[in-house]
């Protein structure tokens, strides 16, 4: 594709990006820049083997335009980019037959350097403004068999779809700048973030906000401005976020899942826009979009996408929605499940068996895989735990057969100190998302009279509040001289006080300091949890904690006394350890609603 194709700026001089820092780029700095990325690249390129296949690039940079220049430089080298969701070991250690390593990518294993934008900056005058930009792009989504999958795009593919976005909504978004709280490593955020406004002339703004807050009070300055979000975000949306800084988007844009009523309609009282949803996935591109107005649930069919379902052997299940538009080669049927409705369609759920959390496909094989790999379990099963009563939003569960040496550790340590060892094990390999939260020790996984291991019989593990199976071992607790309980009244605040010793024989005291036995931090909170359940009868489980605090060391033979108080509404424990006016530790934890 030529320049014009995909850049609509107006003159050099025209706002391009604005930078992390706040700084603006004009399009003439970005030419520059792209001229030096793509000599720098062309050069290393040249010291390589001649071969007549596309030479493989792995792409990754948190910041957009560091990301936009790399990808520019590369599609004018006739690359092929290869764009992951994140850039973790597994993710590294799974690409294959890297040429180039451009962005944010760890050294070591033999890997070759990557290639930064400061390297382009510090290389002085560059080379030629490229005009042509014939390469392809490799996108990573999660397949029917719980592996990764590789989806190919051609520029042009990307571009037909920004041309039906442009159609649909370019009067609504026309000169308005583009904050975002999605990656554009995804191919909706590259889509909505980074090719359109490039294509329309508008400028974006390069970091992704991790602070809303801090988004909605940009919006003014940049205004008119858009919100590139997802459903996870808008779903965990906070009251106290400045919303009337909202008048200054035109739009606010969701994908990556169904964003729930409640949620949408939420939205729309705290920022005057029912966001706009758009439906589809990294092999079909955009599918639909819908706005959920007047309990609207149905989605309509993007321009000159058609839309229909494919027949399976099942009459008992809906069928499957079948897709044909200009953006990918041929008819593709999902694996989500629909009803027909008109030209419509609304969704009744995946068939497959891949998880999708806050926008991510989760391969649960992988969570198995990598927990069973671990000389502290034996197996694992991993499962969603949905959105219900017991818990605010889907997460990951897992279900896990402590081996030998995790049952010692359960023993010794406790739940949450297993938990925090596995999950730490897991963090270099997978997304927060992928992380499990609530867990369940067994001494073996549940199985029917057929030998198997149906959902229904793992969830009822989940279902029922077994945390006190699983409490802090009665030899990890110190010695209680006395309790004392103050009952709650109208649902008000509960509080108790412990008082307690430590005892000399504890056994997680040795080994924490080499010169002397303390009460490692992480005991005194798995204390307080273990109090504050057993006294204050806390639903729920574990979420979290803040303000924590570790001020005087807790040694044997030491008394203190523990003091508790738990909010029913917030779902938060206050503790304090503490004896006389000397404190020991302090902080907050959060529950789940049980």
Request: net charge negative.
């Amino acid at each position: 594709m030529q320049w014009q194709q995909l850049f609509g700026h107006t003159g050099d001089q025209a706002l391009f990006c604005v930078a992390a820092d706040g700084g603006e780029i004009s399009l003439a700095e970005f030419k520059r820049d792209l001229a030096r990325a793509h000599a720098l690249v062309e050069r290393q390129l040249n010291e390589l083997p001649r071969t007549e296949s596309l030479r493989r690039t792995a792409l990754y940079c948190t910041d957009t335009y560091e990301f936009c220049v790399w990808l520019f430089a590369g599609l004018a080298a006739d690359l092929q980019l290869v764009i992951p969701a994140n850039n973790k070991r597994a993710t590294r250690e799974a690409l294959a037959d890297i040429d180039l390593w451009l962005g944010e990518w760890p050294a070591g294993n033999g890997r070759q350097r990557a290639f930064r934008l400061s390297a382009v900056h510090s290389a002085g005058a560059g080379g030629e403004l490229p005009q042509h930009f014939a390469g392809e792009l490799q996108l990573f989504t999660s397949g029917s068999s719980g592996e990764p999958q590789s989806i190919h795009k051609q520029l042009p593919q990307l571009m037909a779809e920004i041309a039906a976005q442009q159609q649909q909504w370019g009067s609504l978004v026309a000169d308005c700048s583009v904050l975002a709280t999605v990656s554009h490593q995804h191919i909706y955020g590259m889509l909505f973030r980074l090719l359109w406004p490039l294509s329309s002339g508008r400028a974006f703004v390069s970091k992704t906000y991790v602070d809303v807050a801090a988004l909605l009070r940009d919006a003014q300055n940049l205004a008119p401005a858009l919100w590139v979000a997802s459903p996870a975000q808008l779903s965990r949306r906070n009251d106290a976020w400045p919303w009337q800084q909202a008048r200054f988007l035109s739009a606010i844009f969701s994908s990556g899942g169904p964003l729930a009523a409640q949620d949408a309609a939420a939205i729309a009282e705290l920022a005057g826009h029912w966001p706009l949803e758009i439906y589809g996935s990294t092999e079909t591109g955009g599918i639909g979009w819908r706005q959920q107005r007047d309990g609207n649930s149905l989605w309509s069919p993007l321009q000159d996408v058609q839309v229909g379902v494919q027949v399976t052997a099942s009459t008992e299940e809906p069928p499957l929605l079948q897709v044909q538009s200009p953006w990918i080669a041929e008819g593709f049927a999902t694996q989500d499940r629909v009803r027909m409705v008109g030209e419509r369609f609304e969704l009744l759920g995946r068939a497959d068996q891949i998880a999708k959390i806050e926008e991510k496909r989760i391969s649960l094989t992988q969570v198995e895989r990598l927990l069973s790999a671990s000389p502290l379990v034996t197996t694992a099963r991993v499962l969603v735990l949905p959105k219900g009563p017991r818990r605010s939003r889907d997460l990951l569960g897992a279900l896990v057969v402590p081996s030998d040496e995790g049952r010692a550790q359960l023993n010794i340590c406790g739940k949450s100190a297993l938990v925090r060892q596995l999950r730490a094990m897991l963090a270099p390999d997978l997304d927060g998302v992928a992380l499990p939260r609530s867990w369940r020790m067994v001494a073996a996984i549940p199985v029917n009279q057929q030998g198997k291991s149906p959902r229904e019989l793992l969830m009822n593990v989940f279902e029922t509040d077994s945390e006190t199976a699983f409490a802090t071992p009665a030899s990890m607790l110190p010695e209680v001289d006395a309790t004392e309980v103050e009952a709650a009244v109208d649902s008000a605040r509960k509080s108790a006080k412990v008082s307690l010793r430590i005892p000399r024989n504890l056994p997680c005291l040795p080994g924490h300091f080499e010169t002397a036995p303390v009460v490692p931090g992480v005991v005194q909170i798995d204390w307080a949890v273990h109090f504050g359940k057993t006294l204050l009868q806390i639903p729920g489980e574990f979420a979290g904690m803040e303000n924590i605090k570790f001020k005087q060391l807790l040694v044997p033979e030491e008394r203190a006394e523990l003091e508790l108080t738990f909010d029913p509404e917030k779902q938060k424990l206050h503790y304090r350890f503490f004896w006389g006016s000397e404190e020991f530790s302090s902080g907050k934890l959060s529950f789940r609603h049980g």
